[in-house]
């Protein structure tokens, strides 16, 4: 991903509506992004475009996602320590 | 760069900010057919008021009887008597129609059997002038601001109000009356400067909240509106005013529930020490948040904290059993592995008092007018939501009436704009030959600034300033420290250096102009705080302890008035609170107690 695109999806993983999610996106796109495979990256971007109240139920657990590769990244999600 | 090279477009109106204050304002501005632009740094769903989850306050009396003056009643007291009369007036006489309108708008409000809007108690609202407890706020489940902002934005899609999104305003154009022509504005996806050239120019830009280290605010709240006025010579009103809350995960910030004490979770210091027996033998850890947050402190400045700085207490909830957790307070063990990796079923969770909300902004009347440190109109500039000080919190919010503020004073300078716009029917009045100078020239310096500071560690280093100095519980001499500090910071801030130099997303580039905002917003916190020598509200200082004299530590001889802070100069001025209602009788000084 070039500078640009990577700066874009930085500032809607950082500039959110949710603190959480500022915090867990932010992280995620350090740590684990970078490994991603390109069918991974495309299934982040899609939940980072998700509005937070959409997004963070899946995150927490209380609800469950469809989507077996979106599943798979927000399985990444819950793990992510942002201590 | 330079101003004759700066697009220009022209609109009736523009807006800065798209949350529940400058989505509210546009649509009164669209429907009147004003040319509206509303510029945002997120996409207006994702603003912050998404957060807001309590509800909205009107005396609607669905439940039970209510009253708009009960309303007024509970909201000067919860203001300690800093808040303007005619100001909270207004805002309760105007709640139950901008709620009834909101639900006109589509807002999908919880609802009664007999379909009327559900309205739930909530702390601090009483009926009968604090007699007992009555059922006012109004909500649509937990996502009351997300369906708020929806609802809004789907109206101002109807109007057709112009969105610039992803852009960030910079500076404001003032002309030599001092009169507002608009914005300077950044378009993130291109780098392009852009003036917005306005005959209104109405700021929604919300609060400041990461000022402090721990906050509950979204990393978008960095008081841009805040930081442009400050540099534009308009005072800020109250800034020593903030709300905390006792229990944020430490570092972190995000809110641990006060749920999580009422289940049974147990406050603890470095001993392992149940401290709160010691302040408040009776209630303990539910006593209320603001001897809580006090407790916490107390603890931590005398040397109990925990951890290896000794920076944070414990919130302990090892000894409930793991079903009752997983239970009663569904999420908080996710929160606690999430952001203070630990799993409080096995170790106590590390928290910190967290600011929440901020009282002060910018001055404004009750019509959403901007004012002077003189309390005269700002011609052309409108102000709302958070980021404005109308006064209707003085020295503390009252719950829920953070999204009343929004609807009402929204909705009131946009009409202002559409009044001031039919009356004096002019054309644009010609941008001054200067108007950009400053803004290119913090801009010229950020490309050019070699052998600068880094931008994380010195917002960092404000934060811990701000949290450590100006925190919920206040120390003479750490305020005055602090103020030293702040300016110090304030001069780093002044020689921020940003590697990338490019133009297209360069967030580097915008993180360092949020923080020429934030800096603005922390030096009239620490130095209003720093000179109010009494407690009222929110601002409590160890030196103006409870007295038979100056009950609570509030001092309404010396302090029943409204700071102002200007930027020239740190120069701080006060100006009297307004006592008198519109209709009502004055609502007297007395002590404040729950």
Same mark, same amino acid.
């Given at each position: 991903?070039?500078?640009?695109?990577?700066?874009?999806? &930085?500032?809607?993983?950082?500039?959110?509506?949710?603190?959480?999610?500022?915090?867990?996106?932010?992280?995620?796109?350090?740590?684990?992004?970078?490994?991603?495979?390109?069918?991974?990256?495309?299934?982040?971007?899609?939940?980072?475009?998700?509005?937070?109240?959409?997004?963070?139920?899946?995150?927490?657990?209380?609800?469950?996602?469809?989507?077996?590769?979106?599943?798979?990244?927000?399985?990444?999600? &819950?793990?992510?320590?942002?201590? | #760069?330079?101003?004759?090279?700066?697009?220009?477009?022209?609109?009736?109106?523009?807006?800065?900010? =798209?949350?529940?204050?400058?989505?509210?304002?546009?649509?009164?501005?669209?429907?009147?057919?004003?040319?509206?632009?509303?510029?945002?740094?997120?996409?207006?769903?994702?603003?912050?008021?998404?957060?807001?989850?309590?509800?909205?306050?009107?005396?609607?009396?669905?439940?039970?009887?209510?009253?708009?003056?009960?309303? #007024?009643?509970?909201?000067?007291?919860?203001?300690?008597?800093?808040?303007?009369?005619?100001?909270?007036?207004?805002?309760?006489?105007?709640?139950?129609?901008?709620?009834?309108?909101?639900?006109?708008?589509?807002?999908?409000?919880?609802?009664?059997?007999?379909?009327?809007?559900?309205?739930?108690?909530?702390?601090?609202?009483?009926?009968?002038?604090?007699?007992?407890?009555?059922?006012?706020?109004?909500?649509?489940?937990?996502?009351?601001?997300?369906? #708020?902002?929806?609802?809004?934005?789907?109206?101002?899609?109807?109007?057709?109000?112009?969105?610039?999104?992803?852009?960030?305003?910079?500076?404001?154009?003032?002309?030599?009356?001092?009169?507002?022509?608009?914005?300077?504005?950044?378009?993130?996806?291109?780098?392009?400067?852009?003036?917005?050239?306005?005959?209104?120019?109405?700021?929604?830009?919300?609060?400041?909240?990461?000022?402090?280290?721990?906050?509950?605010?979204?990393?978008?709240?960095?008081?841009?509106?805040?930081?442009?006025?400050?540099?534009?010579?308009?005072?800020?009103?109250?800034?020593?005013?903030?709300?905390?809350?006792?229990?944020?995960?430490?570092?972190?910030?995000?809110?641990?529930?006060?749920?999580?004490?009422?289940?049974?979770?147990?406050?603890?210091?470095?001993?392992?020490?149940?401290?709160?027996?010691?302040?408040?033998?009776?209630?303990?850890?539910?006593?209320?948040?603001?001897?809580?947050?006090?407790?916490?402190?107390?603890?931590?400045?005398?040397?109990?904290?925990?951890?290896?700085?000794?920076?944070?207490?414990?919130?302990?909830?090892?000894?409930?059993?793991?079903?009752?957790?997983?239970?009663?307070?569904?999420?908080?063990?996710?929160?606690?592995?999430?952001?203070?990796?630990?799993?409080?079923?096995?170790?106590?969770?590390?928290?910190?008092?967290?600011?929440?909300?901020? #009282?002060?902004?910018?001055?404004?009347?009750?019509?959403?007018?901007?004012?002077?440190?003189?309390?005269?109109?700002?011609?052309?500039?409108? =102000?709302?939501?958070?980021?404005?000080? =109308?006064?209707?919190?003085?020295?503390?919010?009252?719950?829920?009436?953070?999204?009343?503020?929004?609807?009402?004073?929204?909705?009131?300078?946009?009409?202002?704009?559409?009044?001031?716009?039919?009356?004096?029917?002019?054309?644009?009045?010609?941008?001054?030959?200067?108007?950009?100078?400053?803004?290119?020239?913090?801009?010229?310096?950020?490309?050019?600034?070699?052998?600068?500071?880094?931008?994380?560690?010195?917002?960092?280093?404000?934060?811990?300033?701000?949290?450590?100095?100006?925190?919920?519980?206040?120390?003479?001499?750490?305020?005055?420290?602090?103020?030293?500090?702040?300016?110090?910071?304030?001069?780093?801030?002044?020689?921020?250096?940003?590697?990338?130099?490019?133009?297209?997303?360069?967030?580097?580039?915008?993180?360092?102009?949020?923080?020429?905002?934030?800096?603005?917003?922390?030096?009239?916190?620490?130095?209003?705080?720093?000179?109010?020598?009494?407690?009222?509200?929110?601002?409590?200082?160890?030196?103006?302890?409870?007295?038979?004299?100056?009950?609570?530590?509030?001092?309404?001889?010396?302090?029943?008035?409204?700071?102002?802070?200007?930027?020239?100069?740190?120069?701080?001025?006060?100006?009297?609170?307004?006592?008198?209602?519109?209709?009502?009788?004055?609502?007297?000084?007395?002590?404040?107690?729950?």
């Amino acid at each position: 991903m070039d500078r640009e695109a990577l700066n874009r999806l &930085r500032w809607r993983c950082t500039r959110r509506a949710m603190l959480e999610m500022d915090l867990l996106l932010g992280k995620f796109l350090d740590e684990r992004f970078p490994a991603l495979t390109p069918a991974q990256a495309e299934a982040f971007a899609v939940l980072a475009d998700m509005e937070d109240l959409e997004l963070w139920p899946l995150v927490n657990g209380t609800q469950h996602c469809q989507d077996p590769l979106q599943a798979e990244i927000v399985a990444m999600l &819950r793990d992510v320590r942002v201590k | #760069m330079s101003n004759v090279n700066i697009p220009v477009r022209k609109f009736d109106a523009v807006i800065v900010g =798209a949350g529940g204050a400058g989505l509210r304002a546009a649509i009164q501005l669209s429907e009147a057919g004003l040319k509206t632009a509303v510029l945002s740094k997120v996409f207006p769903t994702r603003s912050h008021t998404v957060a807001a989850q309590g509800g909205v306050s009107a005396s609607l009396g669905n439940s039970e009887q209510d009253h708009w003056h009960w309303h #007024m009643y509970d909201t000067v007291k919860g203001s300690d008597w800093l808040g303007d009369q005619d100001a909270i007036e207004y805002m309760c006489r105007k709640a139950p129609e901008v709620v009834v309108e909101l639900e006109h708008f589509g807002m999908p409000f919880d609802r009664t059997d007999e379909g009327k809007i559900y309205q739930r108690p909530f702390g601090g609202h009483m009926s009968n002038f604090g007699e007992k407890p009555v059922r006012r706020a109004c909500a649509a489940a937990d996502r009351t601001g997300h369906a #708020m902002l929806h609802a809004l934005y789907q109206r101002n899609v109807r109007a057709n109000t112009q969105f610039f999104v992803e852009w960030m305003a910079l500076d404001l154009i003032r002309d030599a009356e001092g009169q507002v022509l608009g914005v300077i504005a950044l378009e993130m996806e291109t780098g392009e400067i852009v003036a917005f050239h306005a005959k209104a120019t109405v700021f929604a830009t919300g609060g400041a909240g990461r000022i402090f280290h721990s906050s509950t605010n979204a990393f978008i709240n960095t008081g841009d509106g805040l930081g442009m006025a400050a540099r534009a010579g308009i005072p800020l009103e109250d800034m020593e005013f903030w709300q905390f809350h006792p229990t944020g995960v430490a570092g972190a910030g995000v809110l641990i529930t006060e749920g999580v004490r009422g289940e049974g979770g147990i406050l603890r210091n470095s001993s392992n020490e149940r401290f709160m027996e010691r302040y408040a033998p009776n209630a303990k850890d539910l006593a209320s948040r603001d001897v809580v947050s006090r407790a916490m402190v107390t603890e931590i400045n005398e040397g109990r904290g925990c951890g290896p700085n000794k920076d944070f207490v414990l919130l302990d909830i090892t000894h409930l059993d793991p079903a009752t957790i997983m239970k009663r307070l569904p999420g908080i063990r996710e929160i606690s592995i999430q952001f203070a990796g630990i799993d409080p079923i096995k170790a106590p969770i590390p928290v910190v008092p967290t600011c929440h909300y901020q #009282m002060g902004g910018i001055p404004t009347n009750y019509h959403g007018e901007v004012l002077d440190a003189n309390g005269q109109v700002v011609k052309g500039f409108y =102000a709302a939501g958070e980021c404005a000080c =109308a006064s209707v919190h003085g020295a503390n919010r009252l719950g829920t009436n953070s999204l009343l503020d929004l609807l009402v004073f929204g909705k009131a300078s946009g009409d202002s704009v559409v009044d001031a716009l039919r009356k004096d029917a002019v054309a644009h009045k010609d941008l001054p030959a200067n108007f950009a100078d400053r803004t290119l020239a913090r801009i010229n310096r950020l490309n050019t600034q070699t052998g600068g500071a880094n931008v994380n560690d010195t917002r960092l280093a404000m934060q811990r300033t701000m949290q450590n100095h100006c925190g919920v519980f206040r120390f003479k001499d750490k305020l005055e420290e602090g103020v030293r500090k702040i300016l110090e910071i304030e001069k780093e801030v002044a020689r921020t250096e940003i590697k990338d130099k490019s133009q297209v997303w360069n967030t580097a580039r915008v993180e360092a102009l949020e923080l020429d905002n934030l800096i603005e917003v922390a030096k009239a916190t620490m130095i209003s705080a720093e000179a109010r020598k009494e407690s009222r509200g929110a601002h409590v200082r160890d030196d103006a302890p409870d007295t038979p004299e100056n009950p609570n530590g509030r001092d309404d001889k010396n302090w029943h008035k409204h700071t102002l802070w200007q930027r020239d100069g740190n120069k701080l001025s006060y100006k009297p609170v307004t006592m008198t209602p519109l209709s009502v009788e004055t609502i007297a000084l007395k002590t404040r107690s729950y």
